[in-house]
């Protein structure tokens, strides 16, 4: 069974690429409103060094409710040294970008409706989700169904009243340029829907008809995930994972494992290559856990140390 969380991830992946759910109409006004989470050390932060380079490392929420407490004074003072901050991917507040990435990779001709997807004794679920969603049949239709299962869980994550301002990397893009610090991203826009839109349909349908199994859990889920992360519990973010990504290791490999592999080289090299300090802001969950970006840089002989 594919997880909740893997659910909410790309949700928020998708989010993070267009600020809200394509063919949704905006909810002004949250059904529901997150109190305003204060953190005590603040998230977890760490760092590898050599001679002459010093990379941090932070993960991120990529929607948090306004106000959301989280930058403490050590992630501060590491920011704030540093030269370059390094994101997943850049570009994700500008709508003439992103739109054409996902209009390219989201919409097939000729797709079954929505409905045909997935299992008769969903269907009932499945109009109550997009009911309660607010995206129109018609344009849920139209899309992959991968795109689809995002849209669906993104509307619902903006009616708990996260936001794209309220987020991490928002925040940090938005320090970083008044600081004019150089600003890179890890992968594109494409390849990280990519992880999504090459899923073999069948996966895809699943992932579907789990998010609409789930659907009135994701509130609890983000909210654990976020008072997790926002303490810096990183075993609590660990064990999210792993209770949530158990039964998909397909899913967890291609969203999870790859990409960290591919972002420890990426790091080993920057070391190696480029003078400076950067800071490295990924998603919370490539930071936890047994296969995080810090075991696999570890692997490589490479101390990583946690600072808070």
Request: proline share 5%; with cysteine.
């Amino acid at each position: 069974m594919l997880s909740r969380l893997c659910a909410a991830l790309g949700a928020l992946i998708l989010i993070a690429c267009t600020g809200e759910a394509p063919g949704s109409a905006r909810n002004e006004t949250p059904a529901s409103t997150p109190g305003t989470v204060v953190a005590a050390a603040g998230p977890a932060l760490w760092a590898v060094k050599d001679a002459d380079t010093t990379i941090y490392l932070f993960g991120t929420i990529h929607m948090l409710p306004e106000g959301t407490d989280w930058m403490r004074p050590a992630i501060a003072k590491a920011f704030d040294a540093s030269d370059t901050l390094v994101l997943e991917v850049l570009g994700t507040n500008d709508a003439k970008a992103t739109t054409p990435v996902i209009l390219k990779m989201g919409y097939t001709p000729g797709l079954p409706p929505l409905a045909e997807r997935v299992p008769a004794g969903e269907r009932d679920e499945l109009a109550a989700a997009i009911t309660h969603a607010g995206v129109p049949v018609a344009a849920l239709d139209a899309m992959e169904t991968w795109l689809a299962t995002m849209s669906l869980s993104t509307a619902r994550i903006q009616k708990l009243g996260y936001g794209i301002e309220g987020g991490v990397e928002y925040q940090l893009s938005t320090r970083a340029a008044a600081q004019r610090k150089r600003i890179e991203g890890l992968e594109t826009m494409a390849e990280q829907l990519g992880f999504f839109d090459t899923l073999p349909e069948a996966e895809q349908r699943t992932l579907l008809v789990n998010s609409l199994d789930d659907i009135d859990d994701i509130d609890a889920v983000i909210k654990n995930a976020v008072n997790s992360w926002v303490v810096g519990d990183i075993d609590a973010v660990a064990d999210l994972l792993e209770d949530d990504t158990r039964d998909s290791p397909g899913l967890a490999k291609r969203l999870l494992t790859d990409r960290n592999l591919s972002w420890a080289n990426w790091i080993e090299k920057r070391l190696e290559s480029t003078p400076g300090t950067v800071f490295v802001a990924v998603g919370s969950g490539h930071l936890a856990g047994k296969d995080s970006v810090q075991s696999m840089l570890e692997a490589k002989g490479l101390k990583v140390e946690r600072l808070n």
